[in-house]
Nanobody, 119 residues
Framework: QVQLVESGGGLVQPGGSLRLSCAASGSILSIYTMGWYRQAPGKQRELVITITSGGSTNYADSVKGRFTISRDNAKNTVYLQMNSLLPEDTAFYYC?????????????WGQGTQVTVSS
């Protein structure tokens, strides 16, 4: 079994910062692209940011210059540093990872963590 577990969500004021973490565990052989998606109430899930195993990143235009993604391959963990948060960043944030395990290769999702930006 492979699991992704997110942490770090919460309530923050506009202009504030939060750091999300997502740790993968289980019978993992390799982790390829990892990333973060978000879904606001009444909206579709959207890509926020991704990072390949080689460190290449892909950002949504709405978060460029404010959000940064990084990964610790030794810990099978990906991080999302969110700065200058805006009310429109309020959403449920989901971790996503393309993982080769002992028996298959597929994309896994975490359970999500709520981020609320409000004064």
């Amino acid at each position: 079994q492979v699991q992704l577990v997110e942490s770090g969500g919460g309530l923050v004021q506009p202009g504030g910062s939060l750091r999300l973490s997502c740790a993968a565990s289980g019978s993992i052989l390799s982790i390829y692209t990892m990333g973060w998606y978000r879904q606001a109430p009444g909206k579709q899930r959207e890509l926020v940011i991704t990072i390949t195993s080689g460190g290449s990143t892909n950002y949504a235009d709405s978060v460029k210059g404010r959000f940064t993604i990084s990964r610790d391959n030794a810990k099978n963990t990906v991080y999302l540093q969110m700065n200058s948060l805006l009310p429109e960043d309020t959403a449920f944030y989901y971790c996503n990872a393309d993982i080769r395990s002992s028996w298959t290769r597929r994309v896994y999702w975490g359970q999500g963590t709520q981020v609320t930006v409000s004064s």
